[in-house]
């Protein structure tokens, strides 16, 4: 897979010794997770036209354990469908960190890979996976619900062998997204979610997590502020802290 | 979370809160935003945030080819494709000054009103979702399946057709082609009868849909309503009959409206205008086999076509409402300028604001559906 | 309902007060008024109140850098006449200011927010400038004319490394794409000098 070669795939090497029990039991972990994916359904863009047809009955992506949720907190896949416009990406960058490890982003649309049909457009990004990791692409525009199904599929044997660790690279290489990541929404780009000492609980943090884009984001880095209103419309009420 | 966040707050007790209906929500159709302030259940204001779609549709077609242009075109409205290239070939043609042979005129009209079933079918799902009852999704996306299977026999595409370009259609039908449409429409006949007993008779939705969202005549009017939105107000206002396109006029039709203005008069509307449809498609099945012709006007060499200097605003019937378009030529062989009005410019954004306002919380989602507000033609 | 009269004929009688207007008609249902800028507010009122065009379908701006104005478009639809007037009328590009006419038409709150964060316009008296689409865009006003978003894109966003296999090969052997993607761009013709039409 072309994306493969980008980062290095970190196969979940069993322990010195090759004790037979934990690596039944990662294999064991690694099948059932591939069989019990909720896909976090939020339609970044054209291509989510196709998937109610993904989902529903005809072509029933319910049969191989894959199912929508709304929430981030318990989605194991993003499905970027589609073009990102730079609006929405922030939202998805909220909506990644948000999401708890071990999760998986497919990029489905050709939009994702390269920019697509709007590769002139000042309003899309063009190449995803400078922000966030991608373990793989649907190619079309847009893919048909078989194509969907197919990719989906490759994924899960993917995350059956334990090779889709996309997730890892996110905090092994946090300096070089965020780089990307504050190169288009600005220098003081910051989001609620502490990737760092996140990629210290993983026991990923590496020499390339921290950089000079993770010090710009220190020097930005304020608390978060009390609730206000911000509708503007009636008399506001200012909760204070 | 980082450690200075830890601290306990004490926030006085407080009726009001705002709610970001935000772009990841399965109540918002599509890729929206609806900011709303609650006072307990209900809501005192709203604000409506778009721009999550954008893709500058208007500077792009500025850079290509006037045939490029096709390709991007059926983009715009996600559920809807087909309006929108016959509104850009038609443009184009006007400027041009280009007479479309009548079968290209008949086929063009089988695009639009197969289009037009296949996006009511696919909102009668969403809404009833939004009520609690996701059993009509799965029906109307099966059943839109259908057609988008003809789509696919027709032109190649299952969403984007790209099946028109300006003097005409691209490809004829095939063997038999007739014949699968009428099949298809005597399936969606009878099933009609049970989508009246799962959705558009069922008491749950009646009484959800019920006075949710009312719009009255006068507000449809100064609000610059269009569509079913408009009909289900008592005015049977429709650009097909009104300002006809094509091969409208010598197509027998109704014009289905209701009083009540609310979330189920709108969806009354819709189901009276997909059994219309199913008549006018009925009628151009009949029509067809005698129409000869060729299916395209000659056009000079795409890649080099140079447009006679005008302007041209093409109004078009889409499902949601009437869509506008003004396409500006300075005699080049790009487009100087293109405005695309969606029906949801005005849908999703001023009168969304203005019905959800006062609404419960439970019903905003419904009222963004029952409005059928799509948001892809309010960013482009 | 149906009036024999043409809607230019239905409307010479109401444009008899507004001074100057060019009219001409492009089609059964089509008009076009040009009218002078500090005149349109009056002609529209004149035409929602007395000829019946409530409905207003659009309103679109036109960059005309050359003659340093920014044309706006009015595109009104006659529900009794099933007639559209388009009214056209041309402001200055310089100060780029205009005057709402959100207290006839109230579509026109969406139309001028938009113009505006496209354009750069500013309507005065209309109930919201904020911006709409472009909330998190710090660029120029991106329908303008001098605005290029393809050297937008490519000064801020990067593009896949395409470097596979067989290429590689090619390479390794003294060959190699002979043109360019840049030069090869289909949507930079008309823009540089050196391409040649075809």
């Known amino acids: 897979m072309p994306d493969s070669d980008q980062f290095p795939v970190k196969i979940e090497q069993p322990a010195q010794g090759g004790n037979i029990f934990s690596r039944v039991f990662d294999e064991l972990t690694a099948f059932c997770r591939s069989r019990s994916l909720f896909i976090l359904h939020y339609c970044t863009g054209c291509g989510a036209i196709e998937l109610p047809p993904a989902m529903t009955s005809r072509f029933d992506m319910e049969r191989l354990g894959i199912s929508p949720m709304v929430s981030p907190r318990q989605a194991d896949i993003l499905l970027i469908t589609g073009y990102v416009s730079v609006k929405t990406l922030k939202r998805v960058m909220l909506t990644y960190e948000q999401m708890g490890s071990p999760k998986y982003v497919i990029g489905i649309c050709s939009c994702t890979v390269n920019g697509g049909m709007y590769w002139q457009s000042y309003a899309t990004a063009k190449k995803l996976n400078d922000y966030m990791p991608v373990d793989l692409y649907i190619a079309g525009c847009m893919p048909r619900p078989e194509a969907v199904i197919a990719g989906l599929r490759q994924l899960m044997d993917k995350i059956a062998a334990g090779k889709a660790n996309g997730w890892q690279d996110y905090y092994e290489r946090y300096d070089h997204y965020l780089g990307n990541q504050q190169r288009l929404f600005g220098e003081t780009w910051q989001t609620p979610t502490d990737v760092i000492a996140e990629a210290r609980h993983y026991g990923l943090f590496g020499p390339e997590t921290l950089g000079e884009h993770t010090k710009l984001l220190q020097q930005h880095q304020k608390p978060l502020e009390a609730l206000e209103m911000r509708l503007g419309l009636g008399a506001p009420e200012k909760v204070k802290p | 979370m980082r450690a200075e966040n830890y601290e306990a707050r004490n926030h006085p007790p407080s009726h009001e809160f705002e709610i970001n209906f935000g772009p990841n929500h399965p109540g918002i159709e599509g890729n929206y935003a609806l900011k709303v302030r609650v006072h307990g259940d209900q809501v005192v204001a709203?604000?409506?945030?778009?721009?999550?779609?954008?893709?500058?549709?208007?500077?792009?077609?500025?850079?290509?080819?006037?045939?490029?242009?096709?390709?991007?075109?059926?983009?715009?409205?996600?559920p809807d494709p087909a309006p929108m290239e016959v509104a850009y070939s038609m443009a184009v043609e006007q400027l041009c000054g280009l007479d479309v042979p009548e079968r290209a005129q008949w086929l063009r009209v089988l695009q639009l009103e197969l289009s037009r079933l296949a996006a009511h079918l696919f909102t009668f799902g969403g809404h009833a979702a939004t009520t609690g009852m996701y059993s009509p999704m799965f029906w109307g996306v099966a059943d839109r399946d259908l057609l988008l299977d003809l789509f696919e026999e027709l032109t190649g595409g299952r969403v984007y057709s790209i099946y028109n370009i300006p003097g005409g259609v691209r490809r004829d039908i095939p063997e038999g082609f007739l014949d699968r449409i009428s099949a298809t429409l005597d399936y969606l006949d009878s099933r009609l009868p049970d989508y009246d007993n799962l959705l558009f008779t069922n008491r749950v939705f009646v009484?959800?849909?019920?006075?949710?969202?009312?719009?009255?005549?006068?507000?449809?009017?100064?609000?610059?309503?269009?569509?079913?939105?408009?009909?289900?107000?008592?005015?049977?206002?429709?650009?097909?009959?009104?300002?006809?396109?094509?091969?409208?006029?010598?197509?027998?039709?109704?014009?289905p409206t209701e009083q009540a203005g609310d979330a189920w008069a709108r969806t009354l509307v819709r189901r009276g205008e997909l059994q219309q449809s199913v008549r006018i498609l009925r009628q151009v099945v009949e029509r067809l086999p005698s129409v000869e012709g060729p299916i395209r006007a000659p056009i000079p060499n795409p890649l080099a076509w140079k447009v006679p200097v005008g302007e041209a605003y093409v109004r078009i019937e889409s499902s949601k409402g009437e869509l506008g378009w003004y396409v500006v030529?300075?005699?080049?062989?790009?487009?100087?300028?293109?405005?695309?009005?969606?029906?949801?410019?005005?849908?999703?954004?001023?009168?969304?604001e203005h019905l959800v306002t006062g609404a419960r919380i439970e019903d905003v989602a419904q009222i963004m559906f029952s409005l059928d507000a799509c948001p892809p033609e309010v960013d482009r | 309902m149906s009036d024999a009269r043409l809607p230019v004929e239905r409307l010479s009688i109401i444009l008899g007060e507004v001074r100057d207007v060019g009219v001409s008609q492009r089609g059964p249902r089509r008009t076009r008024l040009d009218v002078a800028a500090d005149a349109l507010p009056a002609l529209l009122e004149l035409l929602k109140g007395r000829a019946g065009y409530v409905h207003l379908s659009a309103i679109s701006c036109v960059d005309w850098p050359v003659d340093g104005q920014f044309e706006l478009v009015y595109h009104l639809w006659s529900y009794e006449l099933n007639a559209l007037v388009s009214v056209h009328t041309r402001i200055a590009r310089d100060p780029g200011v205009y005057v709402s006419v959100y207290d006839i038409y109230h579509p026109a709150g969406f139309f001028e927010r938009d113009i505006h964060e496209m354009y750069g316009v500013f309507f005065e008296g209309a109930p919201d400038m904020e911006k709409f689409i472009l909330t998190e865009w710090d660029g120029p006003p991106p329908?303008?004319?001098?605005?290029?978003?393809?050297?937008?894109?490519?000064?801020?966003?990067?593009?896949?490394?395409?470097?596979?296999?067989?290429?590689?090969?090619?390479?390794?052997?003294?060959?190699?794409?002979?043109?360019?993607?840049?030069?090869?761009?289909?949507?930079?013709r008309g823009i540089t000098e050196s391409d040649d039409e075809s």
């Open chain 3, 143 to 188: 329908m303008r004319k001098e605005f290029d978003s393809e050297a937008w894109v490519n000064e801020h966003f990067d593009w896949q490394d395409y470097r596979p296999d067989w290429l590689l090969e090619l390479e390794a052997q003294g060959g190699g794409i002979v043109t360019p993607p840049d030069e090869q761009r289909f949507s930079r």
């Open chain 2, 207 to 255: 009484t959800r849909a019920k006075d949710t969202g009312p719009i009255t005549q006068a507000q449809a009017l100064e609000w610059g309503v269009t569509g079913p939105n408009l009909r289900a107000t008592g005015l049977a206002f429709d650009v097909r009959r009104d300002d006809p396109y094509l091969v409208y006029d010598q197509l027998e039709f109704d014009i």
């Open chain 2, 329 to 352: 030529s300075d005699g080049g062989e790009k487009p100087y300028r293109v405005h695309i009005r969606g029906p949801s410019s005005m849908h999703a954004v001023q009168v969304l």
């Open chain 2, 46 to 78: 709203a604000r409506a945030d778009g721009g999550y779609l954008h893709r500058g549709f208007e500077k792009l077609m500025e850079q290509r080819l006037w045939i490029q242009n096709i390709a991007l075109v059926p983009r715009i409205c996600v």
